[in-house]
């Protein structure tokens, strides 16, 4: 089935392996924001001997960005003890995390999939006492790569 309109970007789901629940029966989820899935391609520029007009531009290998997830803040999170020992101890565990995108009925319509991530930087927002603003956190991680799957 044909999609007639691009899909909305609230509706995904993030499910992170590995990584053991606190409450089993209740994923260790809620991100609201999942940014950073970018790939680039490095360029080498080749010059022709005789070719004055323009330089070959040659593809060299591909990079990726860092993939930054934000939620509200945890007290106490099997997601946050991953980041801790990264932080703390030094400790890095890669995990695999897919992220997939759903339609208006549930069904998945896309799936990213990053592969070897780890925790780079752990962030929350500013507490501020003249505001009722939700505390965020936000983990960034760096990954090795993705691949993309379409429905």
């Not at 106490?76 to 208006?104: G, K, P, Q, Y």
Request: with cysteine; net charge negative.
């Amino acid at each position: 089935m044909v999609a007639k309109y691009p899909p909305v970007g609230f509706h995904f789901l993030l499910r992170i392996e590995g990584l053991e629940l606190q409450y089993p029966g209740m994923p260790d989820i809620g991100f609201t924001d999942v940014t950073g899935l970018e790939a680039n391609i490095a360029t080498e520029e080749y010059k022709e001997g005789g070719e004055n007009r323009f330089t070959h531009k040659l593809p060299k290998r591909t990079s990726y960005g860092n993939l930054e997830l934000k939620r509200g803040f945890f007290s106490s999170s099997a997601i946050i003890d991953w980041c801790v020992d990264a932080i703390e101890n030094f400790n890095f565990t890669a995990v695999n995390i897919s992220i997939t995108l759903l339609n208006e009925l549930h069904q998945p319509i896309a799936l990213l999939y990053v592969v070897n991530a780890y925790p780079t930087e752990w962030s929350t927002s500013g507490f501020n006492a003249q505001s009722s603003d939700l505390v965020v956190e936000s983990i960034k991680l760096n990954y090795a790569y993705f691949k993309q799957e379409r429905f």
